[in-house]
């Protein structure tokens, strides 16, 4: 199985600034077709994990444009340019391009 | 807009089957654009992966749970399910319901206990 690492294991952060998060895999996720399967979720409290970033970069429908996500081959990192409150929760990365699918272990934000 | 909804007991005995139904409303269970798929999520061990099924039959489960899982489409009732054999208190979790990496049910507890 692809291993994912998630680093910090939580965050506490000032509304305005910003949070960076970590994500490594154990091989890489960069198919021959050139996309790279990697995906960024947050999961608020009491709810389901919802899509922030799909294929290492882009943004899906309705996330605002502080979430950005680089990295490539096994190293990512999700950023927030400028924390706010409704985006505290815990942060996965998540990996397609073996089976089994499989996630990174979190990291909580948490507003200071 | 896309949504899914999971249903089913709350409650299972060990060694019994757990079966989950997802429903899908505002996308054709047909669409074999994206797979249909569980997740769970339990304190011990995270988010996991369960198995996706394709409409036009391609079935992919986690080699972890392939000897006790069936996950099926169900197009005259517009829904897929999940059927989870044998199970223990480990299998104790919420369960989710997803179109492909986009879109996910709200998550049903299972509680596994006699």
């Known amino acids: 199985d692809v291993v994912m690492t998630q680093t910090p294991l939580s965050l506490s952060v000032t509304p305005g600034q910003p949070a960076s998060i970590s994500c490594k895999s154990s091989?890489?996720?960069?198919?021959?077709?050139?996309?790279?399967?990697l995906y960024w979720y947050l999961q608020r409290p009491g709810q389901s994990p919802q899509l922030l970033i799909y294929?290492?970069?882009n943004r899906f429908s309705g996330v605002p444009d502080r979430f950005s996500g680089s990295g490539s081959g096994t190293d990512f990192t999700l950023r927030i340019s400028r924390v706010e409150a409704e985006d505290v929760g815990i942060y996965y990365c998540?990996?397609?391009?073996?089976?089994?699918?499989?996630f990174g272990g979190g990291t909580k934000v948490e507003i200071k | 807009q896309v949504q899914l909804q999971e249903s089913g007991p709350g409650l299972v005995k060990p060694s019994e089957t757990l079966f989950l139904t997802c429903a899908v409303s505002?996308?054709?269970?047909?669409?074999?654009?994206?797979?249909w798929g569980w997740i769970r999520q339990s304190p011990g061990k995270g988010l996991q992966w369960i198995g996706s099924?394709?409409?036009?039959?391609?079935?992919y489960y986690n080699p972890s749970l392939k000897s006790r899982v069936t996950i099926l489409i169900d197009t005259s009732r517009t829904q897929f399910s999940l059927r989870l054999a044998s199970v223990t208190a480990a299998d104790t979790a919420v369960y989710f319901c997803a179109r492909g990496v986009s879109v996910w049910g709200q998550g049903t507890l299972v509680t596994v206990s006699s």
């Open positions: 294929e290492v970069s």
């Open positions: 091989q890489s996720l960069l198919h021959s077709s050139g996309t790279t399967y």
């Open positions: 099924v394709y409409y036009r039959g391609n079935t």
């Open positions: 998540m990996q397609t391009i073996q089976l089994p699918l499989t």
């Open positions: 505002g996308d054709s269970i047909r669409n074999d654009t994206y797979y």
